[in-house]
């Protein structure tokens, strides 16, 4: 079947967002701590925790809804401990980050080991089928992308834009700024610092959770043992990459959504140059966002403007009777 | 003893912490309509017990009452519902915000921001006041005047009519201390009870209306301005009466003699390619203390890590005939030039304090010996005749240097790098954070090695403290040499005309 | 209420003290959520011991354990001397043994006891190396170093993978691939069963240890990771620190991969590792990153994993309950540090009656 270049792209697009959708929403969740000063690197546990959770309760519930708020919550389970850890008892962020990874994946692939053999009811499958907004799903190149997807992908949309506005136009977003800048200044203010850092920390935990959701139930369909295989991490660089801007969180996890896609794509394509036909192995493009990662990291510390520079207490303890 | 006048009583106030006892049994109280000095020396728990005032600490005992109602304070949220308003000595402002942000962040309100009103409500609080402030003007571009408006504005927005100004003075010229000390009659005008923290005693003679004294965490007394003099209140201070003269013992190179250091031309860029010190030139004598003053961020921190290595320079540095341009610290010290340099950050830069005395004190010399190992036994007959010379305290050479006194800790980094016999010392804020005694303690040791013919250049921020110390004394303003004038023949008023950048009439004076 | 207030410090007794409490109540909650997970939690525990040190067997593959774990921790912890986070000793591991392939693949007409040190420098270097990119990174444009060695973790993989599937794959294989099986001559000498692997790796301790509390260079790392600009103010060129330690950790990590490939495997794969260089964070972490801890912290925590593996063949119960544990354990060491700063007191101000003003 011959389609044009443009139908093409526009396919392939839409396929990038579905891939991206997990990186955005694992974006978005590490966002929402960052800007309130903490680090939290268990975005790949949270999403893990959040996969297995929701994919048991939808095989077992049938209810979609109930599946996702399970796995929103089990990534909230996660953060709990996290914030606990580091917010109230101070402990070091990396550190605690890196076990709440390695202590949520071994939990979820132990629970996962159960849900190898459970299927998915149709009526997940059909809430989450994709919809197709009347008019602007014709739109060339980004129609398919935006408007003709699982209500999920366009939830992760939704929520990027709500969650730009909270930060940019609300007091409660103006408190949590200050909070991730400087913690004294905020406690000052007479803002609350602790409970704003749980706050977000949670909501964020939701969020990954929300992301591994999406992953088991809508995306892949059935478990497997480290489902979300390094994608949380590549959140986590993500986070930087968008400049801390839940706007840009779209068009990065997007964009790495389209680079993960290009394996798959180029895989069996045949390419011809100059005569030779060149082969790409499948290992070698699976570097590739790895890479790329790596590339965004290196740009974003080049560039020294003052607005795009992490928030100014990231990652330090705040203690307010400290001497 | 209580204070029927008083809008604000503390009695009894104690706190500890750890094994230190900041405040023990202290009493204070301020009426309305009172500019009231809180004097003491660094340690003295001053800050300390107006953390507890602010709600930021909370007493282990005592009781603090506003306007007869007592009051305990967990946050600086229940400080605030008070209508008590602290403006800190290291300003709480978050630079990539804008003024109007700092100033309304924290406050309850609508969902979302309302811009428009909120200008207008700043506005008006600063006219009453007699306050300039550009709402949206990012923080990061402001100058360290113009954030402690904002600071002030912060804690009248929310309402105060009790402020607490700590050590506002530090890092203001004398014409902007002018201008804070006419904002704060304007406010005593308006009934405010204003505390004003500080160590500088003209200021308490000029501005206060009553003064409270503490010492080593305990209240002195409380006096009538009017009734009391400087001297009196150093007594009060230290607990014994002090000379507050500074020795300055005659320079011993002549004036003509060779220089020990010679800067032409120095010209330092930052990282945004802005220039912070530009064509600066000057020079350093045999035996001569020569001043630098300037307001914070001029550049002389820059000036400092340029000459000795730690920044990229283009000019000369001339040390002993030799260029020193571009050689980095570790080159300098190889090649045996014995320039020491005691920077501003003494636990950020001029010593580890994870580590112990020894370990700190061969920092610099740890290269000298042969092959692959660290000779710590000569570190520790090197720390310990440190230990003895300069009288420090501690329990013993090993011991971690972080948690010594701070005036010890200077002794330490003053100590280490006297002891490399240095020709010419560089030494930045040296007595910042000490208390009096450790301070002059200082001034003896710079004197002695001025004695000895060793030039030293030194960045201070008390405009007093330099006229009295130093010979002669260089103004450094955005980068830029203003003049360099003899401490003899100056006066702060000029001084603070340079700092800020008004170039005086007359001649030149080198 | 509650109030937390400051304690004055703790001797060193009594936080070590505190550290052991930390684990017992770790090890205790550790067994509730076994038991949540439908199994007894003393059974199986007591099955891990027994499958970890139950019989000579059983000891050597705990050994087996240790060895990797041990030395990559230890390359770990000199990056972390440095405060350099390197979260890369998985894909320096790989990148180790890949150099131990070169070598042996192109070699292999050499006799043993040429080629297994040549393997060994090949190891060192393409592990050191591989580490060097974040640090070079790191020095050049302060690029975030946790990021970096993780994603390059995941390119590692890959490329072993793809050397699996490719270049180096067995011909002889049928059906799944798998990579050329190594020469003879690269298979690390045993003595007794075990292979020597462990003399390897408690002699790096030794040296480690040396060099960090003697030697200039390990006086300089200090110095730097407890604060680099005071390092520069003492003429130290940090820029080269940085390297040769960060080096050093890369290379160290390296050579646990080129003793699992030549003692264990004979070959490459892209699970030589276990997910052991994740472990070794944890490890060097609960180490406190003093050599002599870290040593019996790899046996326990290889003891962990012996015993994990020995609960899933014989109980049934998946392997990753030691991961479970293991992240338990660190939750609440990394909780107990708060308490060795601050204690948690009543606030005897509530309901307390004020002195009255005036009189």
Not at chain 2, 321 to 330: Q, T
Not at chain 2, 443 to 456: A, C, R
Request: proline residues 4%; contains cysteine; aromatic residues 8%.
């Amino acid at each position: 079947m011959d389609i044009g270049w443009i139908a093409a792209a526009a396919m392939f697009l839409q396929l990038a967002a579905q891939c991206g959708t997990p990186l955005l929403f694992g974006t978005l969740g590490g966002i929402l701590g960052e800007k309130a000063g903490n680090l939290n690197l268990g975005v790949e546990g949270m999403m893990m925790m959040g996969a297995v959770t929701g994919y048991y309760v939808a095989a077992v519930s049938g209810h979609p809804v109930l599946a996702a708020l399970a796995g929103g919550l089990a990534g909230s389970l996660g953060a709990l401990l996290y914030a606990v850890i580091t917010v109230t008892l101070q402990g070091n962020q990396t550190v605690t980050g890196l076990t709440l990874t390695i202590f949520g994946c071994g939990i979820a692939n132990y629970i996962g080991k159960g849900c190898t053999s459970m299927t998915l009811p149709a009526t997940i499958r059909a809430f989450y089928a994709p919809i197709s907004v009347p008019g602007l799903s014709k739109l060339p190149l980004v129609g398919k992308m935006l408007f003709e997807q699982s209500n999920f992908v366009m939830l992760g949309i939704l929520l990027a834009i709500l969650i730009w506005i909270y930060f940019n136009k609300t007091r409660a977003g103006l408190n949590v700024r200050m909070v991730g800048e400087n913690p004294g200044a905020a406690d000052a203010c007479g803002i609350h610092v602790n409970l704003v850092k749980y706050l977000h920390l949670l909501a964020g935990g939701f969020l990954c959770g929300l992301g591994g959701t999406y992953l088991s139930v809508v995306y892949i369909t059935r478990w497997q043992n480290d489902l979300v295989a390094g994608l949380g991490w590549i959140a986590v660089a993500l986070v930087i990459f968008a400049i801390w801007n839940p706007i840009r969180a779209i068009f990065g996890g997007y964009l790495f959504g389209a680079l993960r896609s290009i394996g798959l794509v180029l895989q069996n394509t045949r390419m011809t140059f100059l005569g030779h036909e060149i082969r790409l192995d499948p290992q070698l493009l699976d570097m590739l966002p790895y890479l790329m990662t790596i590339l965004v990291l290196v740009l974003m510390g080049v560039q020294k403007k003052k607005e795009y520079q992490p928030p100014g207490w990231l990652s330090r303890s705040y203690y307010r009777e400290d001497r | 003893m209580t204070d029927r006048a008083a809008y604000v009583q503390m009695e009894g106030i104690c706190k500890t912490f750890g094994v230190v006892k900041a405040n023990d049994q202290v009493d204070f109280s301020v009426r309305k309509g009172e500019i009231h000095a809180l004097l003491g020396e660094n340690g003295s728990g001053k800050s300390t017990l107006m953390n507890m005032l602010s709600g930021i600490y909370m007493p282990d005992s005592g009781s603090i009452n506003i306007g007869g109602k007592p009051c305990h304070f967990h946050s600086p949220k229940d400080a605030i519902r008070h209508g008590i308003g602290m403006v800190h000595q290291h300003f709480k402002l978050v630079d990539i915000l804008t003024a109007k942000e700092n100033i309304t962040a924290g406050m309850p309100g609508s969902f979302f921001i309302k811009n428009k009103g909120m200008t207008e409500a700043i506005g008006n609080i600063a006219k009453k006041y007699g306050l300039q402030v550009q709402a949206d003007r990012k923080i990061y571009n402001m100058s360290v005047g113009e954030k402690q408006t904002v600071e002030i504005l912060k804690v009248l927005y929310r309402g105060a009519d009790i402020l607490i100004l700590d050590e506002p003075t530090a890092v203001l010229t004398p014409q902007e201390t002018d201008a804070l000390f006419n904002i704060l009659r304007n406010m005593r005008r308006e009934n405010c009870a204003i505390i004003i923290i500080t160590h500088k005693l003209n200021e308490v003679m000029e501005i206060s209306d009553r003064v409270t004294v503490l010492r080593k965490g305990q209240s002195i007394g409380t006096v009538n301005t009017s009734e009391t003099n400087a001297k009196a209140l150093t007594e009060m201070m230290v607990g014994r009466p002090m000379s507050l003269e500074i020795q300055r013992p005659a320079v011993t190179g002549g004036a003509d003699s060779e220089p020990l250091l010679d800067v032409r031309d120095l010209t330092i860029e930052n990282q945004e390619k802005i220039k912070v010190i530009q064509n600066v030139s000057f020079q350093v004598r045999r035996g001569e203390i020569l001043g630098v003053a300037g307001i914070a961020g001029s550049g002389q921190k820059e000036l400092c890590e340029g000459i000795v290595g730690l920044q990229k320079v283009s000019g000369k540095v001339i040390f002993k005939g030799e260029d020193l341009a571009g050689c980095k610290p570790g080159n300098i010290i190889s090649k045996g030039i014995s320039m020491s340099f005691i920077p501003e950050d003494r636990l950020g830069m001029g010593l580890v304090g994870g580590l112990d005395i020894v370990d700190n004190v061969l920092l610099k010399s740890y290269r000298k010996t042969k092959g692959l190992f660290v000779d710590r036994k000569q570190g520790v007959s090197m720390a310990e005749s440190i230990v003895r010379r300069f009288d420090i305290s501690t329990p013993g050479v090993h011991h971690q240097v972080s948690k010594l006194s701070g005036g010890n800790i200077q002794k330490v980094l003053l100590g280490r790098e006297v002891s490399l016999n240095p020709s010419v010392i560089i030494t930045a804020y040296p007595t910042r954070g000490l208390d009096i005694g450790a301070s002059y303690n200082i001034y003896d040791v710079l004197n002695e090695e001025k004695k000895k013919g060793v030039g030293i250049l030194y960045i201070g921020e008390d405009l007093d403290v330099l006229l009295e110390l130093c010979d002669r004394i260089m103004v450094i303003h955005q980068g830029e040499l203003m003049d360099i004038l003899p401490a003899s023949e100056t006066t702060k008023e000029q001084l603070g005309l340079l700092m800020l950048g008004h170039r005086g009439e007359g001649a030149d004076h080198v | 209420m509650f109030k937390i207030i400051k304690r004055p410090p703790l001797a060193e007794g009594r936080m070590f003290v505190l550290r052991i409490l930390a684990v017992v109540f770790a090890i205790g909650a550790s067994m509730a959520i076994i038991a949540l997970l439908g199994h007894d939690p003393f059974k199986v525990m007591l099955e891990m011991i027994r499958g970890s040190v139950g019989s000579a067997y059983r000891i050597k593959e705990t050994i087996n354990k240790m060895v990797p774990l041990l030395t990559l921790s230890l390359g770990v912890c000199v990056a972390y001397k440095m405060k350099f986070w390197n979260i890369g000793a998985e894909g320096q591991f790989y990148m180790g043994a890949y150099g131990a392939g070169l070598v042996a693949f192109n070699f292999s007409h050499l006799p043993s006891y040429l080629l297994l040190p040549a393997m060994f420098a090949a190891g060192v270097l393409t592990g050191g190396l591989w580490a060097l990119i974040p640090a070079l990174l790191k020095a050049k444009w302060e690029t975030s170093e946790t990021l970096v060695t993780l994603m390059l973790n995941y390119v590692a993989i890959r490329w072993v993978t793809y050397l699996q599937y490719g270049p180096w794959r067995d011909p002889k294989a049928a059906g799944l691939p798998r990579m050329m099986h190594f020469p003879e001559t690269a298979d690390l000498p045993k003595i007794g069963s075990i292979h020597i692997g462990w003399i390897i790796a408690l002699f790096l301790v030794i040296v480690i240890y040396f060099l960090i509390r003697y030697s200039k260079l390990g006086y300089e790392i200090t110095v730097m990771g407890e604060n680099p600009r005071t390092a520069e103010y003492a003429g130290m060129n940090t820029f080269r620190i940085l390297l040769v330690a960060i080096m050093i950790s890369g290379g160290i990590c390296g050579i646990a991969g080129v003793i699992q490939a030549t003692g264990l495997e004979h070959s490459i794969s892209p699970v030589l590792s276990s997910g052991l260089g994740f472990t070794a964070i944890i490890t060097a972490w609960l180490s406190k990153l003093q050599p002599v801890t870290l040593v019996s912290v790899s046996f326990l925590f290889a003891m962990m994993l012996q015993g994990g593996n020995y609960l899933q063949s014989v109980m049934k119960v998946p392997s990753d309950v030691a991961g479970v544990i293991q992240g338990v354990i660190l939750f609440f060491v990394l909780g107990s540090e708060f308490f060795t700063q601050y204690k948690i007191v009543r606030d005897k101000r509530q309901g307390e009656e004020t002195r009255k003003v005036g009189a």
